[in-house]
């Protein structure tokens, strides 16, 4: 008898992968997707950083490196860490890995035991939780809304509180709403933990560089969480390295131990080649590295914005980072085309990508169910296209 593990069985596929296949097997077909689902720059590695890879070729980096990363690595995220955050780390309170998710189930790994909860403010990316469960946790959802940019205070996350809590999971720029939570509101945020020294926070700050608020502010730069913050970041979308593998944690010493022997026991290193590219990204000044494309984003925010707020029943807020915007499209549940009814978010997105072929995510698998996910890493062209479709398909809703 062909019989998977229980563990597997309680994990549920990536939504967001689950979309890019099926829009990959519809193109299969020779049906024109647009696809608006997976989260990856539409843009090329920069040439210094290819160069740096291509050296690292000719100097022959093709053998293993220490577990948690090459030390010259290591020293520039350290100093990637003051300059961009006002975090202090040394060199050995750093843990590379193979992208920011190992690095994020590297710490749930080593800090979780079985039914310890994880708060994970609404929304919230779509492998937060099956990377709790993995680690035998229980992931403890805290709703927010469209209405209050899709923050939560510190009352409500201390409303879901319990003995069992150990850690708070978020990202800031948001994936996938493009919430960015201010240095005043983490701060407020911070003041109510303090009370609570037995939960740690997992910072996940992968969209730093794609952040159109003055300022990016760092949960661990708070003093009374710097003992308790794991900072997580990585190359794949400030630098759009997503092909690299390379993400990477600042954390208290005990932590990055932790999270080195659990990772020397599934890959070990991440890609040599790739560890040198991204020593060059983090010696770079980030600002003239990613202001080029984080103009276009924003560009392509306010387009698709204006472009959704023509359709009716189509809530949206304005995001303030990341390449998404996570619009309310609750106004269509119980409407129907004649042939097909709209009951959730998951039946739009599949009426969407059948009949007006664009991929978008539902909000489900983010802990919004009346809501969708669409990436505007995508041309502008392309952005038009796909909201001229969605609007007329949404138009023969009643």
């Not at 090459?70 to 040394?90: G, M």
């Not at 600002?287 to 984080?294: D, G």
Request: hydrophobic residues 40%.
């Amino acid at each position: 008898m062909k019989k998977v593990s229980d563990r597997l069985n309680r994990l549920a596929e990536s939504a967001t992968l689950a979309m890019a296949r099926m829009s990959r097997e519809l193109q299969a077909k020779g049906i024109d997707i647009i696809p608006l689902s997976l989260g990856e720059p539409d843009f090329d590695t920069p040439q210094f950083i290819k160069e740096a890879a291509k050296k690292a070729i000719d100097d022959n980096f093709s053998h293993y490196t220490p577990v948690a990363g090459l030390p010259e690595l290591r020293s520039a995220i350290v100093a990637k860490f003051k300059r961009d955050n006002d975090l202090e780390y040394t060199v050995d309170q750093i843990v590379t890995s193979t992208g920011a998710k190992q690095s994020l189930a590297n710490v749930c790994l080593s800090l979780l035991n079985a039914g310890d909860e994880v708060l994970m403010p609404c929304p919230y990316w779509v492998s937060y939780a099956e990377i709790v469960k993995l680690a035998e946790g229980v992931p403890v959802e805290v709703p927010s809304t469209i209405d209050v940019d899709f923050k939560v205070t510190p009352e409500q996350l201390e409303a879901c509180i319990t003995p069992n809590t150990k850690m708070l999971m978020f990202s800031s720029p948001c994936n996938p709403s493009g919430t960015v939570y201010t240095q005043s509101e983490l701060e407020a945020i911070a003041k109510m933990l303090e009370k609570y020294p037995q939960i740690y926070i997992i910072a996940d700050e992968i969209y730093e560089h794609i952040n159109f608020t003055k300022k990016h502010f760092s949960m661990g730069s708070i003093p009374s969480m710097t003992d308790r913050t794991i900072t997580v970041n990585g190359v794949s979308k400030g630098f759009a390295m997503t092909g690299w593998r390379v993400g990477f944690i600042g954390a208290p010493l005990w932590i990055a131990k932790a999270c080195n022997k659990i990772q020397g026991q599934i890959t070990s290193a991440t890609c040599a080649i790739a560890q040198k590219a991204t020593e060059r990204a983090m010696l770079a000044e980030p600002r003239s590295t990613t202001q080029a494309m984080k103009d276009t984003f924003l560009n392509r925010r306010d387009l698709l914005v204006k472009l959704l707020k023509d359709i009716p029943g189509i809530r949206c807020n304005i995001p303030q980072g990341a390449f998404y915007v996570f619009p309310d499209i609750s106004s269509y549940f119980g409407k129907s085309d004649g042939e097909t009814s709209i009951n959730n978010a998951n039946d739009l997105c599949m009426y969407l990508l059948n009949s007006a072929h664009v991929a978008c995510v539902a909000g489900d698998a983010f802990g919004n169910p009346e809501c969708i996910r669409i990436s505007y890493a995508a041309a502008d062209d392309k952005l038009r296209e796909a909201m001229k479709r969605i609007k007329k398909q949404l138009e023969k809703l009643s």
